[in-house]
């Protein structure tokens, strides 16, 4: 039987942590100043790295060297990665609770609440589009061909009216305003700020899911104990 493997587990001095990542150890002493990467120490105060921090630093050779993303850019990565996976363990630990409350009926209970066929969630005012190009732009302080360019990088996505205007949402100057930070006071590069925005929405993507999943559930506990108090009146 294979054994799994620690990954948080710390073993590896700064020499071999750097010959396997391909970085000068001062690069590794200089990414912990930012706090990208937090080695433990060993009784003698000896840096030990863990295969989770040899995964991390490779990441960030990927993200410094070939994608030429700045350390503003990458601690913003690494920070949105950082969220991700913690609310991702919060949210499987969540409903594997709410699961294991609701017991042995869970399937039949949730065969009963299913929602109607075509329910679809109200679509949020923020996703209106009504700026056309010119007015974005000038809430956004950009010109209008920083815009255009920032489409065909896929980092925005305005609507098209039925006689192709682009028209943006109040949810894409929200974007836009982020880029600008990213782009003028950051300085990340277009590749740093596509990663950036991926995660992002994937974040939010994760939250919407896990707080409409828990909704869902806490509904089905209630129904159980409601049929509970009345089964055991």
């Known amino acids: ?5 620690d990954k948080d587990r710390p073993v590896y001095v700064i020499s ?5 990542v ?3 150890p001062q690069t590794l002493r200089l990414y912990e100043r930012k706090g990208l990467i937090k080695p433990k120490r060993s009784s003698g105060k000896t840096r030990l790295y863990s295969e989770r921090d040899i995964e991390k630093l490779r990441e960030i050779r990927r993200l410094t060297q070939e994608l030429g993303v700045n350390l503003a850019g990458v601690e913003e990565i690494m920070r949105l990665r950082a969220e991700l996976e913690a609310l991702q363990a919060r949210f499987e630990a969540e409903v594997a609770r709410l699961k294991a409350e609701i017991g042995d009926r869970f399937q039949e209970l949730e065969r009963r609440a299913l929602p109607p066929p075509g329910q679809t969630e109200k679509p949020s005012p923020k996703d ?5 190009i010119s007015v974005a732009a000038e809430l956004v302080e950009m010109h209008p061909q920083t815009l255009r360019l920032y489409e065909r990088k896929g980092l925005i996505k305005p609507k098209r009216s039925s006689g192709k ?7 894409d100057i929200e974007k836009l305003r982020e880029i600008r930070r990213l782009t003028q006071e950051l300085g990340v590069n277009l590749a740093g700020v596509e990663e950036i925005m991926r995660l992002r929405a994937e974040l939010e993507a994760l939250q919407a899911r896990f707080e409409a999943e828990v909704a869902r559930l806490k509904l089905l506990l209630l129904e159980k104990e409601k049929e509970e108090a009345l089964g055991g009146g």
């Open 1 to 5: 039987m294979d054994k799994v493997v």
């Open 128 to 132: 209106r589009p009504v700026y056309v």
């Open 16 to 20: 071999v942590a750097a010959e396997l």
């Open 22 to 24: 391909e970085m000068h």
């Open 165 to 171: 205007t682009r028209l943006y949402s109040e949810r």
